[in-house]
């Protein structure tokens, strides 16, 4: 897969307000398919698993299964490759036109 | 609109390459959009017109009428503000990982 086909099944995964609390819930440790339902109870079993693939695709998620658990793992490094290559970029891009501004209204 | 669908509005936006490059083409300074046509020859002008919209939906993109043109203008805001809220918490969650598996390695 290219890297720019890569980047958008990042942005693609991430464009969720739920897939991005699934990835928020795994930042401290990883938790089994099991856990995650619980931990969304207004989601279907089906849903989360929907949820779990698209981010599993985006390679977020890397998925180990032990006896019947499936153990999701966060995968941060995808969103560290995006944010190098493209978004701190722009931030900075943001910060210096903030900073402009300032620099024209103090004088 | 909720700061969760404005988020999703613009991962959503950037989760295309040509909207990535048409953001890229923006950074130096404004276009018009006659200028972005001929930026990207291998688009036609209503698909140009297309990503301009989804652009201009998610923020990044902030248009001004002057006479019979339209410039665009780059508007980095959001991308600083997903940055903030949310990118660079896990891009220092990957380097941390990265950290420690080096000094696993060293020993």
Known sequence: M???AKDDNVFKALAHPKRR???DRLKD???TTGMLVEA???MDRCTVMMHLKVLEEADLI???REGRERWNHLNAM???QIHDRWISE???HAV???DKLKADLDG
């Open 40 to 42: 969304f109870p207004e």
């Open 21 to 23: 609390q699934m990835l």
């Open 29 to 31: 440790e990883p938790r």
């Open 2 to 4: 290219s890297s720019d």
């Open 78 to 80: 995808p969103i560290k």
């Open 90 to 92: 722009y931030a900075s």
């Open 96 to 98: 210096s036109v903030l």
């Open 62 to 64: 890397i998925a180990r």
